[in-house]
């Protein structure tokens, strides 16, 4: 119900602030059926964003600072987050997606950190989505960064966009070339 309010609060919200426009290329996996929902990573404002560009209710990686604070810990996880340790491998974060991936799509951004290249290849999507064998949707956020800019104490007025696709894999392809794909895929929208 939280996780209902509040995207209906941001969708208003981003709707009039921001003049938020959604391109939807491909039809999203039918409800019940989870899926990897990966996307460029501009801003603090991205898992907001894509919660609306998503028809269905989303679950997302979060850094492990996040849960530090108590009240931010409550809040995340109301909103479906789940930690992560970054720069490393994580193989708890990882079980833990894999076993929120029998029952919710999870948002994956490739890119690790805000701003980061489109040009590496991070093979943990590909894993997430081989091992759980779900469908992978994929988004381009433009102008996040712009509101929020890395460094800036409050958010400025600006226009957003995002773009949705769908990448086809295979079983036989690997962890890296389904990366390289949906990398590639986000790179073209």
């Known amino acids: 119900m ?22 939807r290329r491909a039809q999203f996996p039918a409800k019940g059926q989870p899926f990897v929902f990966a996307s460029n ?4 404002f991205d898992p907001a964003i894509l919660s609306i560009a998503s028809p ?9 600072e996040l849960f530090k604070n108590k009240l ?30 029998k029952k919710y799509p999870v948002v994956v951004f490739p890119q690790g950190t805000r701003g980061a290249s489109l040009d590496q290849i991070n093979p943990g999507v590909g894993f997430l989505c081989k091992k759980a064998k779900v469908p992978i949707m994929v988004a381009k956020i ?8 890395k460094g800036a104490k409050f958010p400025k007025i600006a226009k957003l966009r995002v773009i949705t696709d769908k990448v086809d894999y295979t079983s036989k392809d690997t962890y890296e070339e389904i990366a390289k794909r949906v990398m590639e895929k986000i790179k073209s929208l």
Request: glycine content about 6%; some cysteine.
């Open 72 to 101: 931010l810990a409550f809040a995340v996880k109301a909103y479906g987050t789940f930690p992560v340790k970054r720069g490393e491998s994580d193989i708890a974060g990882m079980r833990n997606a894999l076993k929120i991936l």
């Open 142 to 149: 433009y102008g996040s960064d712009k509101i929020l800019p």
């Open 2 to 23: 939280h996780y209902s309010i509040t995207r209906t609060l941001i969708w208003i919200s981003f709707k009039i602030l921001f003049q938020i426009k959604i391109e």
């Open 56 to 64: 269905r209710r989303l679950c997302f990686f979060g850094k492990e």
């Open 41 to 44: 990573h501009l801003s603090y």
